[in-house]
């Protein structure tokens, strides 16, 4: 089955710096990468998500970069700011209806 | 519009017992899935109905089982439980691409 591996699990950055996450998968029919920030003790949401006829995908200070070739994809948060502060997963699938396959997640904490 | 809202949101329960966690989509959303979350992890993937049926299953025993009405809510049915089940457990709802969570029911067994 799938399997994606998501580094680093914790990510400790100073407000303003920029902040990567990625995630590796085994799956080379997977071709939706969902990304989720959930607080805590709050639901998982959306912040992000790529295709996988797509390379790269930015939405003001969060973008997500895809490499299909190597099955790695990667979130980059830019100008970080202490609400960023949270746990932080990729998920993939290989069709976008179906079941999503986590990483562990990392948390990112944005000190002031 | 409402999101997906899911009860209760805390629940005791010893083991062996039954327990019934409940789901209601977001409004437009056909498909619902149960993921179940335990503390410090990734979400892993339970089930997934959509237009009454499971859909698909992930690696999860029979012990969990699940519903899905005319109204597209669900309902999570564990029994036996077991000390193991402790967990966050998450609907989503979707109608094609992408997934809605809710805010999850805090299941502890003691």
């Known amino acids: 089955g799938e399997n994606v591996e998501q580094h680093p699990s914790t990510l400790s950055v100073q407000e303003g710096d920029s902040a990567v996450i990625k995630c590796t998968y085994s799956d080379s029919a997977s071709n939706y990468f969902p990304w989720y920030k959930q607080e805590l003790g709050k639901r998982p949401q959306l912040i992000i998500d790529i295709r996988s006829n797509v390379g790269e995908k930015k939405d003001q200070r969060i973008a997500v970069t895809l490499n299909k070739t190597a099955k790695h994809f990667s979130l980059h948060i830019t100008e970080t700011q202490p609400e960023d502060s949270a746990v932080y997963f990729c998920?993939?699938?290989?069709?976008?209806?179906?079941?999503?396959?986590f990483g562990a997640g990392t948390q990112v904490v944005v000190t002031p | 519009d409402a999101g997906v809202t899911q009860s209760p949101t805390h629940l005791i329960k010893t083991r062996g017992q039954q327990v019934t966690l409940r789901c209601s989509p977001k409004s437009g959303h056909d498909t619902v899935s149960w993921y179940q979350q335990a503390l410090g992890q990734g979400p892993q993937f339970i089930f997934q109905?959509?237009?009454?049926?499971?859909?698909q299953r992930g690696n999860f025993p029979d012990r969990f089982s699940g519903h899905q009405f005319p109204n597209y809510s669900s309902e999570l049915n564990v029994n036996a439980l077991l000390l193991g089940d402790s967990a966050l457990y998450l609907c989503?709802?979707?109608?094609?691409?992408?997934?809605?969570f809710g805010s999850g029911t805090r299941l502890t067994v003691v």
């Open positions: 989503a709802s979707s109608k094609g691409v992408g997934y809605t």
């Open positions: 998920a993939v699938t290989p069709d976008s209806w179906g079941k999503l396959q």
């Open positions: 109905y959509y237009e009454e049926e499971e859909r």
